[in-house]
Each structure stands twice: as C-alpha cells, then as structure tokens.
C-alpha cells in the first residue's frame, strides 16, 4: 500500500485541530489509514545518505507523519486530501460540493484530437483550475501528487501520463497529434536547448528518472504530442513537458491534459487532481470544463464531476457486518466517509440506502465497498464489542491439496527434507519458460518457473558444501505454462520433484521414490501399454544423461521424467557431485 509523507504542523493546521502522535494514531485507524511511522526530514537525509545524528543538522526539524493508505484511494494521496477526508469523518466540514463553472460550450477551450494518435495513446482528457493560489507547499503537494498518481492508477505513465502547464503562457485551442520524432522540436523542461524528439529519447536515457519511460513510445512510428494554436509544444507524453509552459509559484491558470491508453483511468486521474487543488482556487471547488473534440465529430466535455448513484439493502449491509444498524446510523456513518447517503422507500418491504458517490471516490464501484465505509466509520472495535464470538465455519481443503499433502508427508518419512522456492525465477535458470513477467523488479523474477528443476539444483548448488549425500531435497508445488485453452492464456499444473546428490547418483532411491509414490496413490506398475497403472520407457531428454533417464507414464499418459542429470546443467549451478531427479505432475490422479 503507498504511503503518504506529509509535515505533521501543516497537516494539522489543514485539519483546524492539533493531536498527540497517539491520538492521531488512533484517528488513522478509526478512519482505516495507518500512521506508519514519525520522522524528520533531515533523518530521512540521514538515513538515505548514511550520515550520523551529528552530520547534519537537527535545528528546527520539521515532523513528518508517514501514512500508510489503501492503494484504491487516490483522493488520499496528497495532503489536501487527508486532511478533507478526516475533517469530514471528525465532523469539522460537510462534503464538498465539486461543480464545472458555468461556460457555454462555445467559448470552451478545445483540444482537438488527430487520428493518428490512436496508434499510440488514442485518449486525452483536460480541465482547467482558475484562480488557483500556490505557495511552496502546495506547489509542491501538487507536483507530488502527480508522482504518485504516476506511480499507482498510471502504471509508471504506461496507463496514464499528466501534463501540467500555465494556462497564460499558451493560447488554445490545442491539438493532440502524432507526428514522426523528426518532426517534434522543442525545448524540455528544465533544459534551454531545443531538441528533436528522437534526440530527446537519447537524450534522456542517461537520466535516472525519465529513462524509466522511454519504452512506452520507443519502439512506436509516431510520438505523441500536444501543440497549442501557435505550434507551441506543451508536452510529449509521457515522457516530458515543454519548459515553456512549464508551471511555477506565480501560476494563477492550471491547464491540465491526461493522455491515456485507458479512459477510464485517465478521467480518474483528472477527477483527482483537480478536485484535491480546487480548493485552491479563487472559486472554491469550481473546474473550468474543456471540450476534447475528434476528426470524426464526437466529443465530449471533461472532466465529469457528477455524482453517481447506487442503492444498497439496508439488511445487505447489516448481515455483512453482522450488528444491526439503522438507516439513519447508516446515512449518517456513510457522511463522515464521504458519500452522500439517504434512506429511500420501502421496496417489498426492505429497506434499501440511496448513496450518491462523489468524483474523488472511484473505488466505490459495488455494494460491498459502501458496506466497507460503513464497518469503517462504525468502528471494527465496536463491530467486535457487539458481535459474539463464535467458531467460523468448517473449512474444507481442496482435494489437490488433500492429495499433495498426504504426499510430501509419505516423501518426508522416506527421508527426504521439503524446499520452498519462488515461483518467479530468472530465465538464466529456466530458459524454457514462457510466460514472462512484463517489468520484473529484479533479474530474478523474471519469467514463471515451468519446472521445478531449477529451483531445487540452485538450491542444492548454494548447499553443496552440506555433508553428503544430499538426499534431502524434495518440493512439491506449481509450475506455470501457456494455455489456448484457458481464459488467461496460462495454467497451473501441481508437480512434484525430488533429488539425490552423492558420491554415486543414486537413480535407484529416485526410482524407489517414485515407486513408493505410485503405491500411495494406489496405483499398480503394469508392463509397458497397459492403461490400468503406470510404467516407465525410455526418454531422450537434454537435461539427463542418455540411456540414464525415463518416462513415466501413467494410464496412457506421460506425466513425469526422472534420471541422472547431465553435467552440463550441474556445472550451471556449480554442483561438483552427481545428482538423479525425479519430476512428475500430480494432479492427474484426481
């Protein structure tokens, strides 16, 4: 879950009340956030840079509260968020009310969206904050949002890219193009030199933040590109803005254009920023609207700040929670989360709770997370008070599971010792592996394993000093393959693996494990054709040795290999001893 840095005077001069760090921990948790942790802004210098207490300087240290918030509430990514949402969970203010300022759509501003942009980021979205009141802070709460924004809903900019811009250094209407990179020349912000967009690309991929997102728009024909009505660049999304139009603390006009590959995340992402800093505004919560308007004639005005309106039993959410509460308790602990809530008319005798949802609330899409609200403003504390106790529900495991443990038990009492490996893996150790992870966090979590194998040599090759012989070594769990047949193009098959590494190889104990798991699974050897148990045949496989491996098949199907691996592999995972395996898929005998 992202966390929220914000300074503790400021926060609370926000809110209008001052709190000890216990009773503002408390307020976090009766309002569902955690206060993760209080520090410094220097301590944070100090810790990043390994300085000690007495390298910098600790004057006059500003508090900071780490707050830990859930990741579908992107209104509380900022301070004005935080501190709107816990004024009206104390009682201190009523829900705003977000309105479009009253302009006729002809002398709205436009942006008009060239065909060619569908081939790389076909959606944008604007709005316009007037009027708007910055100092340092809320300069920079604003350009942190963006980061977070970017960060979360956006996908790292893949998703959703925010350009900000001072409305006064431009003149609309503008356009949302797609040009060839040879064609886009301007000057990027912070820079003074003008560049061409396929230069900027080289330009940036020595820089720690931006070379992050060249992948997004490298490989494509086209760059996207947003021009005023002078042909001045605003920005080349989602990579950078233009330094002309860039915003500083004496912006007065905020211009704001979300390009997207997704507009529904792009609408949410606009419907957050400019409802967290129109309270900034001269006209306090009033958005200037923009008309987005494309070559085929449809357009559309944005942002849309309406309520949307969903009706939810009252007995819905009493059963869910399991006390009972009344309408008007329900209406009212609904308010303090944000959500305008009102008893509506018996229908067939039930009583249902019309709840009007506000823009800066786009995580509630169904009934359970209005009945979530609830439970939150109730208080888990008194939910608990007022429930009693009682022995949750007999929960019966899967038979695959049932399966697989009686297994690894039998495996364990021959001996043999359980390993735990990740199920990501490096595609250095499982070459053969197809499905890839799309951004992996670290070279060894690249592709999904789709063999046990190399989880278990790696873990014997990181053990080989262990005395030997290693006949401990056992796993039973998932492996992921590509599947036409399946909804998401991958399934899971439930394997079990084991290995011996000695002096000798010792394929005869993988060939008796193998045997003692058949005879567990109540399944007699028969001669090779035979569908009514199984038998082993020769196998011709690259990671044995040849005429040292087979496969095992099982009514008719091949279902696992074992045999003396081949040197090559255990000189991959620097294993000096020779090692036997055994693999086989042990889902089949449901």
Not at 259 to 265: C, E, F
Request: hydrophobic letters at 40%.
């Amino acid at each position: 879950m992202p966390t929220v840095s914000v300074g503790r005077d400021r926060l609370f001069a926000a809110i209008g009340k001052t709190y000890t760090d216990e009773e503002f921990e408390d307020l976090c948790f009766r309002f569902g956030i955690e206060l993760d942790d209080i520090t410094t802004e220097k301590a944070i210098i100090r810790k990043e840079k390994h300085l000690g207490d007495d390298d910098v300087s600790t004057d006059e240290e500003e508090i900071i509260y780490k707050i830990e918030v859930p990741a579908n509430r992107y209104d509380l990514l900022c301070l004005e968020g935080l501190a709107q949402a816990l004024r009206v969970f104390e009682g201190f203010e009523q829900i705003p009310t977000y309105t479009l300022a009253d302009v006729h759509r002809d002398s709205m501003l436009k942006m008009h969206v060239k065909p060619e942009t569908s081939s790389v980021r076909p959606f944008v979205v604007c709005a316009v904050l007037r009027g708007v009141n910055f100092n340092e802070a809320r300069y920079n709460s604003f350009i942190d949002l963006q980061d977070r924004l970017h960060q979360n809903i956006c996908r790292r900019r893949t998703l959703v890219a925010i350009g900000t811009h001072d409305l006064d250094t431009i003149q609309g209407p503008f356009t949302y193009e797609a040009l060839s990179p040879e064609q886009i020349n301007f000057v990027p912000l912070k820079q003074v030199k003008k560049f061409r967009a396929d230069e900027l690309m080289e330009f940036y991929k020595s820089d720690l933040k931006l070379k992050k997102f060249l992948h997004i728009i490298a490989e494509s024909p086209v760059f996207p590109v947003i021009y005023d009505s002078k042909r001045t660049v605003l920005s080349l999304p989602p990579i950078i803005n233009g330094a002309h139009s860039a915003i500083s603390l004496k912006t007065k006009n905020v211009f704001i254009e979300c390009t997207a590959t997704d507009l529904t995340k792009a609408k949410i992402v606009l419907n957050t920023m400019v409802t967290m800093f129109s309270v900034y505004c001269e006209k306090k919560y009033e958005v200037e609207p923009v008309e987005v308007v494309y070559s085929d004639g449809k357009s559309y005005v944005c942002p849309d700040l309406s309520l949307y309106d969903v009706d939810v039993p009252l007995s819905y959410i009493n059963n869910t929670i399991g006390v009972s509460l009344e309408a008007d308790e329900v209406t009212h602990l609904l308010k303090k989360m944000q959500l305008h809530a009102k008893k509506s008319d018996l229908v067939d005798d039930h009583c249902n709770v019309s709840v009007s949802v506000p823009p800066t609330r786009s995580d509630i899409l169904h009934p359970c997370d209005v009945m979530e609200d609830v439970a939150i403003a109730f208080g888990y504390n008194e939910i608990a008070k007022r429930v009693p106790p009682r022995m949750p529900a007999p929960v019966k495991p899967l038979p695959l599971n049932e399966l697989t443990d009686l297994i690894r038990s039998e495996i364990a009492m021959n001996g043999f010792t359980e390993v735990l490996n990740w199920i990501l893996c490096s595609r250095r150790d499982d070459p053969s592996a197809t499905v890839v992870i799309q951004n992996p966090r670290s070279a060894d979590c690249e592709v999904v394993r789709s063999s046990l194998m190399p989880g278990i040599l790696k873990t014997v090759g990181h053990n080989k000093d262990h005395r030997k012989p290693i006949k401990v070594v056992f796993e039973a769990g998932d492996v992921v393959i590509l599947s036409d047949t399946n909804d998401v193009g991958a399934v899971n098959h439930r394997q079990l693996a084991a290995l011996h590494c000695g002096a000798n190889a010792g394929f005869e104990i993988i060939h008796s494990l193998i045997d003692r798991v058949m005879e567990v699974v109540g399944t007699p050897f028969v001669t090779v054709g035979d569908n009514s148990g199984y038998y082993i045949q020769r196998a011709d496989n690259p990671e044995f040795l040849s005429g040292r491996q087979a496969s095992i098949v099982y009514k008719g199907q091949l279902i696992g290999t074992f045999g003396i691996v081949h040197p090559e592999i255990l000189n991959k995972f620097d294993i000096p001893d020779p090692c036997s395996y055994m693999e086989l898929n042990i889902e089949i005998f449901l």
